[in-house]
């Protein structure tokens, strides 16, 4: 038997072994083959969405930008609208002011006046006090001297009726007496008249007869016994009659300076009688200086009062001056305040539509750079699956670690230097944080916040993508499982990284860039970890925000994504 050799037999078994690799190895070719041709159709479809995506995203920014625009014109005309009203007001408010100060120049020389007046007002009540206090010494004085004097007159006046009426009766009684007198002496007159006449006769009469001698004898003795009685008493008579003459005279003499003493006394008590007149006048006048004293009393009052309302209305008028003036200021800090935020706001726009013009730019120059990326990553996929299959283990383990190089430097381009974390929001099932490098310009950080914006927004039109096969160096077993949760949950993408994202791309619009040759440029890497706690192995996805705008190609001929730890 010829397979009864060892060497044969064992040169049988080798060619039999290696035709039966050869047959794998056929089948596997085949099976490359057909997936290098699945692959093939699916870069093709995937690259038609990808220009369908970026057609999208293109209108979506154009639209986004447009908004931005419109809204940024609408503001700067809402903030003109308000620059303008704040404007007017400040100039309605100056012409207040300018009115309120002229209305407190006239309020201080009206102050200025009334004060005037009111120096003038307290001399004048000085004046009229002094003289009202001199007026009422005086009228007191006077009345206590009128009092007196009206007493001493009363008296006197009583002393002189008592002693007129004394006088008078005096008078009355001298004058009886001296009537009484005057008639004794006329009848003692007449008697000797006519004894005078007696005589007279008796000396120059003839005698008589003898006859009648005796007749006359008896009649002449009566007669005789007269004259004898009367030529005895005629002396005594003579002497009582002159007494009685010079007694008259005196009495007379008496009666005149009587008579000039009461005329003295009337004219002294007409005297006073005009005093007194006076003094009545004076009375009835001094209810009348009382009554304009009182109102002169109630005109200081008066005087008063509108002092003490002047200085009130003074102190409400330079409460009101500060009021005003506190007002002016916080008027012009808020002018002040809205020019500086109107002038932020201007820098800010400007700033944005700098940043949206550079971020269309580097979208519009990524996707051409994309799209011709994936056309030659395909094309040495194709070539380079032929020759490397015999390095087909060693292909896998780099096809990872390239994948994940390769995926990382598509948006990195350098490793990190000095991360520092911006921003970090937890959940119940997902951590998100921004990462600050300070090696790249903003031109650069601005498109990849476009890209990670619209990563964020298009997350169910790379479902789609991600559906395809997985290469054959990973884990085959988890394939329809990861198909499954991209089917039901997808990639958990928290809305804690784009609120980080907004909150840092307002925080750059409202710093000014750096210029373009600096070395201090920043750059942002937002990174996702997703838990679900649903599932029972836990698994954690971690993944960079431009691997969705730029994929990267496969190396030996396995398709390259994002890298995916399942524990």
Request: net charge negative; hydrophobic share 30%.
């Amino acid at each position: 038997d010829a397979f009864s050799c060892p060497t044969i037999k064992t040169a049988h078994q080798k060619t039999t072994a290696d035709l039966l690799e050869t047959k794998s190895i056929l089948d596997e070719e085949r099976t490359n083959s057909q997936t290098l041709k699945q692959q093939l159709l699916e870069t093709t479809e995937r690259e038609t969405e990808l220009q369908e995506l970026h057609r999208c995203e293109l209108s979506r920014v154009e639209t986004c930008l447009s908004d931005q625009q419109r809204s940024a014109d609408d503001r700067i005309a809402a903030l003109e609208a308000q620059l303008l009203e704040k404007e007017s007001h400040s100039r309605a408010l100056l012409s207040r002011i300018d009115g309120y100060e002229a209305k407190l120049v006239e309020h201080e020389k009206q102050l200025e006046s009334s004060r005037a007046r009111e120096l003038d007002l307290l001399q004048r009540i000085n004046a009229l006090s002094c003289t009202e206090n001199e007026l009422r010494d005086k009228v007191h004085s006077s009345e206590l001297a009128f009092s007196e004097r009206l007493q001493a007159a009363a008296m006197r006046e009583r002393d002189l009726t008592e002693q007129i009426n004394g006088l008078n009766r005096d008078l009355e009684r001298m004058r009886r007496e001296t009537e009484r007198k005057e008639r004794e002496l006329e009848e003692k007159l007449t008697i000797t008249k006519d004894e005078c006449v007696v005589l007279r006769q008796s000396r120059n009469g003839p005698l008589e007869p003898a006859s009648q001698n005796g007749t006359v004898v008896g009649g002449a003795g009566g007669g005789s016994t007269l004259n004898l009685s009367g030529n005895g008493g005629n002396p005594l008579q003579l002497n009582r009659s002159s007494g009685n003459i010079n007694h008259l005279q005196v009495l007379q003499d008496e009666v005149d300076s009587l008579r000039c003493v009461l005329d003295l006394k009337q004219r002294e008590i007409s005297e006073l009688r005009k005093q007194t007149q006076e003094y009545e006048r004076d009375a009835k006048d001094l209810p009348g200086a009382l009554t304009k004293i009182s109102a002169l009393e109630s005109r200081i009052e008066d005087l008063e009062v509108q002092l003490k309302t002047k200085t009130e209305e003074e102190k409400e008028l330079q409460q009101k001056l500060k009021h005003l003036q506190d007002n002016l200021n916080q008027e012009t800090k808020i002018k002040s305040r809205l020019s500086l935020h109107n002038e932020e706001l201007q820098w800010r726009l400007k700033q944005n539509s700098e940043k949206f013009t550079l971020a269309y730019a580097e979208l519009s120059k990524s996707y051409h750079e994309n799209s011709s990326f994936m056309m030659n990553a395909t094309k040495s996929s194709l070539d380079q699956s032929v020759s490397a299959h015999h390095h087909h283990q060693l292909s896998h383990n780099q096809s990872r670690s390239s994948c994940s190089d390769r995926f990382f430097d598509m948006d990195d381009i350098s490793p990190p230097t000095s991360p520092v974390i911006k921003g970090m929001v937890e959940k119940s099932d997902s951590v998100s944080w921004v990462l600050e490098i300070d090696d790249e310009p903003p031109e650069v950080s601005a498109s990849r916040m476009v890209r990670r914006a619209g990563s964020f927004r298009s997350s169910a039109a790379y479902d789609s993508v991600a559906k395809r096969p997985k290469c054959s160096g990973l884990n085959q077993t988890t394939n329809g499982s990861m198909l499954g949760e991209r089917h039901t949950a997808g990639i958990q993408q928290s809305s804690s990284a784009a609120s980080i994202l907004k909150q840092h791309s307002s925080d750059l619009s409202s710093v000014k860039p750096p210029p373009s040759g600096s070395s201090n440029s920043h750059r942002l890497r937002s990174k996702s970890v997703s838990i679900k706690a649903a599932e029972p192995p836990k698994k954690i996805v971690r993944s960079n925000s431009g691997a969705s705008a730029s994929p990267c190609p496969g190396v030996a001929g396995v398709p390259c994504k994002p890298l995916r730890m399942t524990d």
